[in-house]
């Protein structure tokens, strides 16, 4: 079919633009383009580290999506290529990505597990909770979570040493962010009264962050949510919350609430918000609270999402 020249007329801009985007400055590259490393993140909160800091300067290949539950997360197979390909892969460690463990450990020493560099005195062991693994929800407490920081700057400075000072700033900078959210969950937890500081969520999500805050803190599922809890576990809790006066309890966005509705309904006691146990909320989703506005999506917005949710509910 012979084009006629009005088509042409049509095609001409068509292809005055495409000329014109093809020779233009290429400092708006996405990374991919840029022919980056790249580096493999598995939790929301993990990714949100790990984005901070690698800014530009990195391919961030976040595996899992918000809302998604780690202990059982089971990967499309395009996940397999990613991990092959990856330059670096960080993951929280202590089975928390229980189904992925094996596969991490095989990529070898370009894998980096958050919880092999923390101090072991800092880390719930497997004697403590009748566990297999210690436990892995690190993040409950922002100065251990804030402890992580530096040895991700290494292993981004490892893959891209070039970038070796952006790192170490935005490492910095993090840090400070990290222990001011630190000193601000503590003055916050510290409003309230101190017999009601109990928190029942669905599973035990929260030892990291109750053991930091100062919180009695009664997971009705245990440590990973890959088993259902027992009718003995539901009943316990609904005496201690009727023994301790709890005020409220809190289902987690990553785990179904169908527990928590069912001892509240038992117990009468208040369902508060869902609190973001295992994974951040949807990236760029804003929530304005106490004069202040911060991102769901981001490990700083979901803990103080959290603590908010709890200082409401318990006060
Ligand atoms: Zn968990």
Redo the contacts with the bound molecule.
């Keep these: 079919m012979k084009l006629k020249c009005r088509n042409w007329l049509l095609v001409f801009p068509v292809v005055i633009a495409w000329f014109a985007i093809s020779c233009s400055d290429k400092s708006d590259d996405t990374p991919e383009e840029k022919g980056l490393p790249e580096v493999v993140a598995t939790s929301t909160m993990v990714a949100d580290m790990v984005r901070t800091i690698a800014g530009d300067d990195l391919k961030v290949i976040a595996m899992m999506a918000p809302g998604v539950d780690p202990?059982t997360y089971e990967p499309p197979a395009r996940v397999y290529s990613d991990l092959r390909l990856a330059d670096a892969i960080i993951y929280n460690g202590l089975h928390l990505e229980g189904k992925m463990t094996e596969s991490f450990e095989s990529q070898g020493d370009k894998t980096l597990a958050l919880t092999d560099n923390l101090p072991s005195d800092r880390l719930i062991s497997p004697e403590n909770i009748d566990e297999k693994y210690g436990d892995p929800?690190i993040w409950g407490d922002a100065s251990l979570w804030a402890l992580s920081i530096p040895t991700v700057v290494a292993k981004l400075s490892e893959i891209n040493p070039e970038m070796k000072a952006e790192f170490e700033a935005r490492g910095a900078a993090y840090q400070k962010e990290v222990t001011a959210l630190n000193e601000w969950i503590i003055s916050r937890i510290n409003e309230i009264p101190e017999a009601n500081r109990i928190l029942i969520t669905s599973?035990d999500?929260f030892s990291y962050f109750g053991k930091a805050y100062g919180v009695q803190v009664i997971g009705v599922q245990g440590i990973?949510?890959v088993d259902e809890p027992s009718g003995a576990d539901i009943l316990n809790t609904i005496d201690l919350i009727k023994d301790k006066g709890v005020k409220a309890i809190f289902p987690e966005s990553s785990v179904s609430p169908a527990v928590i509705q069912r001892i509240s309904k038992d117990s009468k006691v208040t369902v508060g918000e869902t609190l973001f146990?295992?994974s951040c909320g949807p990236l760029g989703e804003m929530e304005s609270r106490n004069g202040e506005t911060y991102d769901l999506g981001t490990y700083i917005g979901m803990m103080k999402h959290n603590v908010n949710a709890m200082v409401a509910a318990l006060k």
């Design positions: 202990h929800h599973h999500a990973s949510t146990s295992d």
